[in-house]
């Protein structure tokens, strides 16, 4: 196929997405295009990053990939993770080589079947606004043409988002505060803060590690106790 048309296709896996971003549908079927469009992947994933703490996932193309992505989010740590933070992308060919470095993301990973990940940063030059994370169920290296590929899937994601985003901003429109699930995190965090006196970053880990110590999400958590099903007494050390 002639470069031209590949770039088409490319596009077209963005453009073509169901839905509009912001909406739940839109990010899921942006995944499905990927994995269809890029040869050798199994599972992909579009989440928003912002910081530690604020982060929203935009949509997986299969439910595990979801849950890794939520992962990632209560363990803070990942390839996801790392690629938003270094701002370049972190290719793992091989998770059995990485449990020295993400011990418990490589652990849930591997429980679902995933041997290797391949995550891009969304951004166009200083704005970084998340992550592609792209999953396979087998070992090894891609080609460098799918590499490239999914490269500019990320850069087309973060184009459509900042597109959208600015269009929003012309009609107050907040969209992205809108469609931003991690803001139950932020009440919870500003919660637990005031009620023992502690920094909102220290009431942050107390909370991620009682999602880590029960099994759950940090999503999940945060939720559970705005809705005063968890005791504030447990997470007061």
């Known amino acids: 196929m002639a470069d031209e048309d590949r770039r088409h296709v490319l596009w077209r896996a963005v453009a073509d997405a169901a839905g509009s971003p912001g909406q739940g549908t839109w990010g899921r079927s942006v995944c499905r295009n990927c994995v269809a469009t890029l040869i050798g992947i199994d599972a992909a994933a579009v989440t928003l990053r912002a910081t530690a703490s604020a982060q929203d996932m935009l949509g997986a193309s299969v439910e595990w990939a979801g849950l890794l992505e939520d992962q990632q989010y209560t363990l803070g740590e990942g390839p996801g993770v790392q690629a938003f933070t270094q701002g370049s992308p972190v290719l793992v060919d091989d998770l059995s080589a990485a449990d020295h470095q993400w011990p418990a993301f490589t652990e849930a990973a591997q429980s679902v079947g995933v041997a290797a990940v391949f995550a891009f940063p969304l951004q166009l030059g200083a704005i970084a606004l998340g992550t592609l994370d792209l999953y396979r169920r087998s070992p090894g290296a891609l080609p460098p043409g799918v590499l490239a590929e999914a490269a500019a899937l990320a850069d087309l994601i973060a184009l459509v988002l900042l597109a959208k985003a600015d269009r929003a901003e012309a009609t107050d429109q907040v969209w992205l505060r809108q469609i931003g699930s991690y803001h139950d995190v932020h009440i ?44 504030f007494d447990e997470l007061g050390e």
């Open 188 to 231: 919870a965090t500003g919660m637990l803060s005031a009620r023992h006196g502690i920094s909102l970053a220290e009431a942050f880990t107390r909370l991620r590690a009682h999602a880590f110590g029960r099994g759950g999400s940090v999503l999940d958590t945060a939720r559970d106790v705005i809705a005063r099903r968890i005791d």
